[in-house]
């Protein structure tokens, strides 16, 4: 192992950590709050952040480890974080010249997840729908952003039609709700089915808007209905959410799951972590119980083992998952037995499994006869290397 380097290399390094709210690096920003260096290399970094639920968070943490970890010396980097208090929040103020700090988009949104596919017609936007009705199930505080502009249907699935929402007394936006989910869509703001004609720059501003000025509250599940394909939506809420997960839906048909790769390519270029396929169509029993593989077998499987995630779940074709979706009612509320909705209900717990933080193993004091002073009785708690703590 070489030298490991100094503190004053190491902020250097960090150097191009920039805050994308910001637009500035967290050295500049006096962000680093400090570093420890560890003889083993170890690296425990803690950055503090302008509010307890920043959502950039993760984004923090990625960088901040690829920068220091690129140093000779270096084997692990922890990454820690607190927050900044009222001083020095008006310090960093004061120096960015400006009466308030951004909170960040969705600051009390504990998981985000962009539900997309490599091209339409595999039931995204159905299987988003009874997703979040099923969180909403589970117990979970749950949205739903209706973010496939052009194909926008999510208002239909949950019986809305047009509905304008409200406008609070802070000039915010407020989620439609229904069935326990909190709605926001583009049609709300249209004629019931009216087209959208819009080019890039415009859908950027919408889904900013959607992000920023919609008073989304406390939630643990947002869930994002991207449009199909690797377009100018699916970019926007990349830089716009850099923590989100992306989960992606195909069908078993072997061309669904080649197209559905490039979907997670453009996930890969963009920096969004990849939490899970779910594969729908997953053939179609009869009543006389006799199944066909209409759209063939495999497909779900096999994208989730070349990309190394979890198959969250197998959603089979079923005549009430369809009807449901046109009466506005998600099957998942209205028949809990129909083998699609047992099947959503699976994938939403695979999706609340995914969303925990991970379970750190508690290794047993193991007791050796000592032959030079004695072992005192309880051990001294130490940082394990390799271990980093997100704050909750």
Known sequence: MGHVSTEAEIRKALEVVIDPELHRSIVELDMVRSIEIGANGVLD??????????PIKGHFQTAVA??????????????????LDDTQKAALQQKLGRGSLPEGALAQVT??????????????????????????????RVGVLDADVWGYSIPRMYGLGSTRPPVSAERKILPLDAHGVKVMSIG??????????????????????FLQDVDWGALDFLLIDLPPGTGDVSMTLAQLLPQAKFVIVTTPQATA??????????????????????????????????????????????????????????IPLTMPLREHA??????????????????ILQAARGLIAMGRPPVLPVLPLVQVAATGP????????????GMSLPMA
């Open 45 to 54: 970094i803690t950055v503090s952040l302008t509010t307890p639920g920043c």
């Open 66 to 83: 690829e920068a220091a970890g690129a140093l000779e010396g270096v084997t692990h980097v922890n990454v820690y974080f607190d927050v």
């Open 111 to 140: 998981n985000v997840l962009c539900i997309g596919s490599g091209k339409g017609g595999v039931g995204k936007s159905t299987l988003t729908a009874n997703l979040a009705a099923a969180l909403a199930g589970e117990g979970k």
């Open 188 to 209: 709300f703001f249209l004629e019931e089915d009216a087209a959208v004609v819009w080019r890039g720059p415009m859908l950027h501003k919408a889904l900013t808007q």
């Open 257 to 314: 799951q080649k197209v559905a790769r490039r979907s997670a390519e453009m996930a890969h270029k963009v920096s969004l972590e990849i939490g899970g396929v779910i594969e729908n169509m997953s053939g179609f029993t009869t009543p006389s119980g006799e199944r066909f593989a209409i759209f063939g077998e495999g497909g779900g499987k096999e994208l989730a083992d070349e990309l190394d995630v979890p198959l969250l779940g197998k």
């Open 326 to 343: 046109d009466s506005g009612a998600p099957l998942v509320i209205e028949d809990a037995g129909d083998p699609a909705s047992q099947a």
């Open 374 to 385: 004695t072992v005192p009785e309880t051990p001294v708690e130490r940082k394990p290397a």
